[in-house]
């Protein structure tokens, strides 16, 4: 996997992701999503999960409500020996229409909100690393 690929998923916020009055998400939601795109770049640039070691910046940049569905980017912008800088994108990309006496109304918006942000670094160690990058 070349640097710079995107690796996508596309998840639909549950009753159960709401944690705060009003069926808000937990922003933590974001960064679980972003740790399962970060899981799925490992495995295709080195055939290993590896380990996410830090968040280097997170911004939260709008509110997510159970209904929403997110859409999580991520790519790999820097290789190290056993590192992998990365940065990732969650948006919002269908709502709910907001309509009083019609609960299940959706809209899918033209242009999708940018909800958080993200950058980190992951670790595959040497003897995981499973593709010659030679």
């Known amino acids: 996997m070349p640097i710079g690929e995107k690796v996508v998923i596309r998840v639909r916020m549950s009753s159960h992701d709401a944690h705060y009055a009003g069926n808000l998400v937990d922003g933590a939601k974001m960064l679980q999503l972003f740790g399962d795109v970060a899981t ?39 290789v190290g020996n056993t590192s992998r800088k990365m940065k990732f994108e969650a948006r919002k990309v269908i709502t709910s229409a907001n309509i ?3 609960d299940s ?19 595959v160690p040497k003897d995981k690393q499973r593709f010659n990058r030679g």
């Open 100 to 102: 009083p006496g019609n």
């Open 40 to 78: 799925e770049l490992l495995i295709r640039h080195d055939g290993d999960e590896g380990l996410f070691r830090a968040y280097d910046s997170v911004e939260f940049l709008a509110p997510v409500y159970a209904g929403d569905y997110i859409e999580a980017i991520g790519e790999i912008v820097e």
């Open 105 to 123: 109304a959706c809209d899918v918006l033209e242009e999708p909100i940018v909800v958080c942000r993200a950058s980190g670094t992951c670790v």
